[in-house]
């Protein structure tokens, strides 16, 4: 199956830094999506990004899916960008279908 | 409009009890996705019901199991619970099998002592 790699696995920040964060992927996907996991748990769908760029807000992503990688960038990080960041990524084949995610990035970012 | 809602938030089992687990995912959304996320880890798929059905299934074993009413709706059931259930079980939903559409809910904490 789809191995999805991602980087760093944590990542602390002091607040109004700008992060990079990094998710491999081991074949041509049809989906990739950016989820936000907060202190309790809620996971929070960031971006649907199978190719290109998009941005909202200070948050913005760029997928290159030739190479297979998709990039999440954090500017002027604040402490409610604290949680873990998932990449999670899809392929159809066959009316077989789920996302498959990564084991995330936990990013701490302190006042 | 309503989220995705799951009960109960939080849930203490005793080792080989039975757990039930529920999902009500958004108006319209025929498919329901269970995953599984124990402490400190990612998001292991568990299942994938659509229209009723059951579509595909993660590499668990068969304890693991649950089923999808006509509201859409889902239970999900872990038989004989052992210790390393223990975990947040989310659910999310979307239009039929499209992935790029989901919606998770806030998820049960399930606690097997």
């Known amino acids: 199956g789809i191995q999805v790699e991602q980087s760093p696995p944590d990542l602390i920040l002091q607040e109004g830094a700008n992060s990079t964060l990094r998710c491999n992927f081991s074949?041509?996907?049809?989906?990739l999506q950016w989820f936000h996991q907060n202190p309790w748990g809620q996971l929070i769908n960031l971006f649907y990004i199978p190719s290109g760029t998009k941005q909202n807000g200070r948050l913005s992503a760029t997928t290159v899916a030739t190479e297979r990688y998709s990039l999440l960038y954090i500017s002027s990080s604040q402490t409610t960008d604290s949680g873990v960041y998932f990449c999670?990524?899809?392929?159809?084949?066959?009316?077989?279908?789920?996302?498959?995610f990564g084991a995330g990035t936990r990013l701490a970012v302190h006042p | 409009e309503a989220g995705v809602t799951q009960s109960p938030t939080h849930l203490i089992k005793t080792r080989g009890q039975q757990a039930t687990l529920r999902c009500s995912p958004i108006?319209?959304?025929?498919?329901v996705y269970w995953y599984q996320q124990a402490l400190g880890l990612g998001l292991q798929f568990l299942l994938w019901y659509d229209e009723g059905e059951e579509r595909n299934r993660g590499n668990f074993p068969p304890r693991f199991s649950g089923r999808q009413f006509p509201n859409y709706s889902s239970e999900l059931n872990v038989n004989a619970l052992e210790l390393e259930d223990s975990a947040l079980y989310l659910c999310a939903s979307s239009v039929q099998g499209a992935t790029y559409g989901y919606t998770f809910g806030s998820g049960t904490r399930l606690t097997v002592v």
């Open positions: 999670a990524v899809a392929r159809f084949s066959g009316g077989y279908n789920k996302l498959i």
């Open positions: 108006s319209g959304h025929t498919s």
């Open positions: 074949d041509s996907v049809n989906n």
